[in-house]
Structures are given as structure tokens and as C-alpha cells.
């Protein structure tokens, strides 16, 4: 008896190939079922159709040794099925022979043969997972790997952005040799085209392959985004989306829905959330900012929550419209009921303050909070910024803007209508008008050691400027089209401004670096978000760090590395350390290169209807303070130069409220 070997896990096609019928034979037979079909199970349903001049008399199908009688069923069909289970074991993969006799009552006889194959799928695989950023010296590839004795016959990628799509495409007639026979392979720059993703693009990546038996296979995966600036080093990747890091810490977002702590030094993971796959498609609506205990983020189901020292604690639940607005250090500022309250929350006791109350307001309410505490807010209702104490800067007509303090200067906007004029107040409470601009966005200011960034109109254009500690004003850029600001949520006013005086802003695509005194210096595309932290300009895309380098650093890597100007002027690499090659890893043969995650023993689920600690009281207005309590120290957003000065300043600020008059 044939042995055969038993295979696991699999899928079962069937192709049947129907042999020609001489023209006069007196019976005919065909093959109706199965017929190019997938067999489910362990049978092999057979129908037939089969005539004569003279009666039928008996119709059998043979398969690998078994034989079995078809019953008529009318109209000239007989039916029966193999079952698999007689052959002692499962059928390795391959083709196999499946024939068919019927006679009729004086002997003569006829026959056709079909193929069955005994099928699985192909395994594709590829080089990138979501949230990856395809970066300089990193190229695409993916693979098709067929189960023998089948052979990929088509392999593409395609790559999907709301500006159009890329496609890679191989097929068993390319000129091009595979590495691994059976095997199709695509990558960009295939067989030496000069042909790459374009840059500063987020695509969606779906992967399809056949093997010309049985259905192909189809995945899709992203976002997937791509930039080859030169100026960006890969310095480490996070297992997820970036939602904000500092020196030793990554708080991200997951293809799994899971919001988690990467330690950076050690690699542990503190898981903090898993989102329910009912809210999904809102993964976009989630945001946070890391803490000195831990982190504060808003869910996509709606509900604000707070991670501090491994405690998971509902700061706001979905049913009062909360918004999370500003964190730094220990302290968060939200909002709930569409902005007619605004809140602030100690994360070390889960205490609640109202900062303002205003029943059916128009506002957007907006506040940032210097690392020494204390607020500053803006509504539409009020003419003045509100400071620690109630202390009250400028007065001024129109709606008023988030303002933007560093913990020395305090800087405002108020629209009109038309623009939006921008002022500084400093800590012994002078005002200085900073200019006008053409927009109403509110995220038209930077603050940070002492410099301001502001946009300023040309007539024309916004233009940005800087004015340094010194009182000085000096325009940073001068393009016939407006700039604007890189800015993120809770990190709105605070990142674009190096100790120097630098400053990050984008304009028609591109992220610059300017200065006084010189031109703005290209550094990348404007995908994800620059920030300056300890020394450094960083840009996190997806889930990826990257530092920015000089200039001459930038062309020495780029040389280090054979780095070919290709690509409309972008510098791509052979290789780069992070990037990932099937030359190299020909023998991992995953659907998706994976990565440690270290799965989670049991992993809390946002809007799980637990009560509501340290909210607010909705009937009385009263603060409510929940059992438990956890320890803080400042945060490093800021600087905490001149906070004791201006919190001298604003305790005993008379400030005059006045209008000022522009020609």
C-alpha cells in the first residue's frame, strides 16, 4: 500500500482537467463536479454526466486506489464521493489523478481523467510592519513562498496614499532570475529601475500572491509611511505609533490596539490599555503625553485616563464629552460637556479644580501649564489671559487664542476676524506686540527658554520670526507662500524652538530648521512631528525616532553607506542598521516579520463602565477626591527659568487693561 506522509494546518484544491471524447464513441462522459473547486473536508464529491446510444449501465470513479459506484440521480448525472479517510493518512501535496468509467449494457465504455491537487496557500511575506518608516538606506521587499511542488506565478505590492498609488509587480515571465527557485520576489528599485516610494507619503500596503492553483493569497497592512531625508538617522523604533517620548520612554499605539510604556534603555513594555475593536476606526482620536508617574491619554472610546505609578485610574468618562487639553508634570488641564467646563487634575491624588464654567459656551477652551505649575487659559468669552491666581494679561478685541507660556513669557493670539494679532507679556508684565498674521489658527505661537516664534504677515504670506531673550526680532523665513508651525496635540507651543533660538517649521511639504541670520536648512519631509529635547533636534514618524543630523554629518553617513542620489535628489541607501533585507534572512519564512511584544497576562479595556475617579460632581460642581495616591515631580515640558519671578509678578499684577492701536 502507498504510504503517505500527513501534513497538517491546510488548505485543499482541486483542478480537474477534462480529457478529449472521441467524436463516434458510443458513450460520453464529463466531469461536472469537481471542477476547478476547493474540496472542504475529508470527501471528494464526484458528479458526472454520462450517455450512450444504448443504456448506461454502471459509472465508477476511481482516486489513489479507491473505487466507488456513482448512483444515478436523473436526467442522465450520477453522484458519490471519496472519502479520504479510507487512505490511512492525508495526501502530501501535489496533483493527483481522478478518472471516471461508465459502460453501458453491451460493454463499451468510455473514461475521463481530471487532476485533483492537494493545495495550500502561499506564504507571502515581507520586510515592514505597521507603523514602520521606510527610511534612507531601506528599501521594500517582499516575497512569495509556494508549499511544493507548486511555484509562485504572481507577486505584487501595492501601495495605496490618499494621492495616488505605487505597484511592484513579478510573475514567472520576468527576465529578472529569483534567488530561490519556486520563489517571486519585488522590491523597489527592481532589476536596477531607479524606481522608489516617494517620499513624505503614509501609504496603505496590500501584498498579493498565486500560484496558479487554488485562490491567491491577499494581505493588507499599514499605515506603512515612508521618508528618505538624508538629515534623519533612525535611532530606535518603538512597537507601535509614537504618542510621545522623552529621554528614556516611548508612549505608543499598537497594530493590536494597545496603548503601552516602552522603556527604552531595557525594552520592557508596561502595558496600560487595549482599546475594543469596536472603536478602531477612531484610532486616530487617540493622543497622550508620557508623565513623571507614568502617562495621561485620551481613548478613542471617548474616555480620558491617566497610567500613574502602574495605577490605571478614569480621570473623565465618555458620557460628559471630556477633552483632554494640556499635561505637564503632575498637572492636567481637560474639559468636559463640549467645553463648557474646564478642569484641572492632580495626576499624583486624582483630584479635580474648576478652572471656568460657562453654560452653552462658543469657546474652544485652551490652556498650557508651565513645569512650575499653575495654569494659563484662554476662552472666547474673556478679552484677557488668566493666570495662576486669577491674574488677568491684555485685553484685546476678538476671540482669544491658546496662550503659550515657557515659564518666563507668557505669549497670546486674539482673531478679529481677519487676523490674528500676536502679543508677549513678560514676567515683570510688560507687553510687547509681536505682530499680525492672515490665520485664525491657534497654534501660531512657540515659547521656549526665553524665545518666542510667532507668524507674521508679509501681506502676502505668513512668515515666521523669532524674537529672542533679548528683545530682539529677526524674520527666520521668507517664501512666497505661508509657513506654519509644527505643531501636536498637548504639545502645542513647545517644541519647535531649540535653546539656541532654532526653529522648526514646515512649509509646501518639507520640515526646515531656521536661525537668525541665515537661510531655513530642508531636513525632511513634514510626516509626523519635530521636537527639540536634551541638545538635540528629534522627529518621530510612526513608530520610529529619528535624530537630525548636521549637514556634514548627514553627507558623511550617506557616503559611509555608498548612498546613491536617486529619487528626485533623496538620499537612498543599500542598507542602513535598522532596515531589514531577504538576502540576509532568506530563512524566515513568516507571513509578517514579527516583533517581541511580550503579550500582556491580562490587559485592562477601556470604557469598561468602572466608576469615575476624580471627576467632578455634575449636579453640585464640588471636586471629588478618590481613595488612592501617587507621588510626581516636575515635568519636562518647559523651562523652569524665570518661574519664580513671574509667579511673583502675576501674585501682585495690576496690569492695566489696554487696546492697542495699530496703523
Known amino acids: 500500500m502507498r504510504t503517505y506522509d500527513r501534513h497538517t494546518g491546510t488548505a485543499v484544491a482541486l483542478t480537474v482537467l477534462l480529457a478529449a471524447q472521441a467524436a463516434d464513441a458510443a458513450v460520453a462522459v464529463n466531469i461536472v463536479h469537481p471542477n476547478n473547486t476547493i474540496i472542504e473536508g475529508g470527501t471528494i464529491p464526484v458528479r458526472v454526466e454520462a450517455s450512450s446510444l444504448d443504456e448506461i449501465y454502471y459509472v465508477e470513479a476511481e482516486f489513489e486506489g479507491l473505487t466507488i459506484e456513482l448512483t444515478p440521480t436523473g436526467d442522465g448525472y450520477y453522484e458519490g464521493a471519496f472519502d479520504l479517510g479510507e487512505l490511512g493518512g492525508e ?10 468509467n461508465a459502460y453501458d449494457t453491451f460493454g463499451e465504455g468510455a473514461s475521463v481523467e481530471g487532476i485533483v491537487h492537494q493545495y495550500a496557500p502561499p506564504t507571502v511575506a515581507w520586510n515592514v510592519l505597521p507603523h514602520d518608516t521606510l527610511t534612507a538606506g531601506w528599501r521594500f521587499e517582499a516575497k512569495c513562498i509556494p508549499t511544493p511542488p507548486y511555484e509562485c506565478k504572481e507577486l505584487s505590492a501595492r501601495f495605496d496614499s490618499p494621492s495616488g498609488s505605487y505597484q511592484f509587480y513579478n510573475d514567472v515571465r520576468s527576465p529578472y532570475p529569483q ?20 517620499s513624505g507619503k503614509t501609504y496603505t500596503l496590500t501584498v498579493s500572491a498565486n500560484v496558479g492553483v487554488g485562490p491567491g493569497v491577499t494581505r493588507t497592512v499599514g499605515p506603512i509611511h515612508v521618508d528618505r531625508s538624508p538629515r534623519l538617522t533612525a535611532v530606535q523604533r518603538a512597537p507601535g505609533t509614537i504618542l510621545d517620548f522623552d529621554a528614556t520612554r516611548f508612549l505608543f499605539l499598537d497594530y493590536l490596539r494597545r496603548i503601552g510604556i516602552f522603556d527604552r534603555n531595557t525594552h520592557q513594555i508596561t502595558w496600560v490599555e487595549a482599546i475594543p475593536e469596536w472603536a478602531a476606526p477612531q ?31 478614569q480621570i473623565a468618562s ?36 474648576t478652572l471656568w464654567y460657562n453654560p452653552g459656551s462658543r469657546s474652544p477652551f485652551q ?13 472666547y468669552e474673556n478679552a484677557s489671559i ?58 501660531g505661537l512657540l515659547a521656549h527658554a526665553g524665545h518666542a516664534a510667532f507668524l507674521k504677515s508679509d501681506g502676502d504670506a505668513n512668515q515666521i520670526w523669532l524674537r529672542t531673550p533679548d528683545g ?11 509657513s506654519r508651525f509644527d505643531q501636536a496635540k498637548l504639545r502645542v507651543g513647545h517644541d519647535g524652538i531649540s535653546d539656541a533660538g532654532e526653529v522648526l517649521f514646515l512649509y509646501e511639504g518639507k520640515r526646515y530648521i531656521g536661525r537668525p541670520g541665515g537661510a531655513p536648512e530642508p531636513i525632511s519631509t513634514e510626516l509626523g512631528h519635530g521636537r527639540w529635547l536634551d541638545g538635540s533636534w528629534y522627529v518621530t514618524i510612526g513608530n520610529t525616532l529619528f535624530q537630525v543630523s548636521t549637514p556634514a554629518s548627514a553627507a558623511a553617513r550617506l557616503a559611509a553607506t555608498g548612498i546613491e542620489e536617486l529619487a528626485r535628489g533623496e538620499g537612498l541607501g543599500k542598507r542602513e542598521v535598522l532596515s531589514t533585507s531577504f538576502a540576509e534572512r532568506e530563512a524566515l519564512d513568516a507571513t509578517v516579520w514579527a516583533r517581541d511584544l511580550h503579550e500582556p497576562d491580562a490587559l485592562p479595556v477601556s470604557a469598561d463602565g468602572a466608576e469615575l475617579l476624580g471627576d467632578v460632581d455634575t449636579d453640585t460642581g464640588a471636586d471629588i ?22 509667579a511673583a509678578a502675576l501674585a501682585g499684577l495690576a496690569l492695566a487693561r489696554r487696546s492697542r492701536a495699530r496703523s
Open 91 to 100: 495526501l502530501p501535496y501535489g496533483p493527483y489523478v481522478v478518472t471516471v
Open 179 to 198: 534567488p530561490v527557485p519556486g520563489r517571486l520576489y519585488v522590491k523597489e528599485d527592481n532589476g536596477g529601475s531607479g524606481y522608489w516610494l516617494p
Open 283 to 313: 484610532l486616530g482620536a487617540v493622543y497622550g503625553a508620557l508623565t513623571p508617574s507614568g502617562s495621561v491619554y485620551q481613548s478613542a472610546t471617548g474616555y480620558i485616563l491617566s497610567w500613574v505609578d502602574g495605577v490605571r485610574r
Open 318 to 353: 465618555a458620557t460628559i464629552t471630556p477633552r483632554l487639553d494640556a499635561v505637564n508634570g503632575n498637572t492636567a488641564v481637560w474639559t468636559s460637556y463640549n467645553d463648557d467646563w474646564a478642569h484641572e487634575h492632580s495626576l499624583s491624588t486624582g483630584t479635580n479644580r
Open 367 to 379: 490652556a498650557d501649564i508651565p513645569a512650575s505649575g499653575g495654569v494659563f487659559f484662554g476662552t
Open 386 to 443: 488668566v493666570g495662576p491666581g486669577n491674574a488677568l494679561l491684555g485685553d484685546h478685541a476678538g476671540n482669544l487664542q491658546r496662550p503659550i507660556t515657557d515659564g518666563t513669557n507668557v505669549v497670546g493670539r486674539w482673531w478679529d476676524g481677519m487676523t490674528s494679532s500676536s502679543y508677549l507679556y513678560t514676567a515683570e508684565g510688560e507687553e510687547v506686540f509681536l505682530g499680525d498674521s492672515l490665520t485664525n489658527t491657534s497654534a
Open 472 to 482: 530682539e526680532q529677526h524674520q527666520i523665513s521668507d517664501f512666497p507662500k505661508s
Open 625 to 646: 477626591a478618590p481613595a488612592g495616591a501617587g507621588c510626581s515631580t516636575s515635568g519636562p515640558a518647559g523651562s523652569a527659568g524665570g518661574a519664580a519671578a513671574l
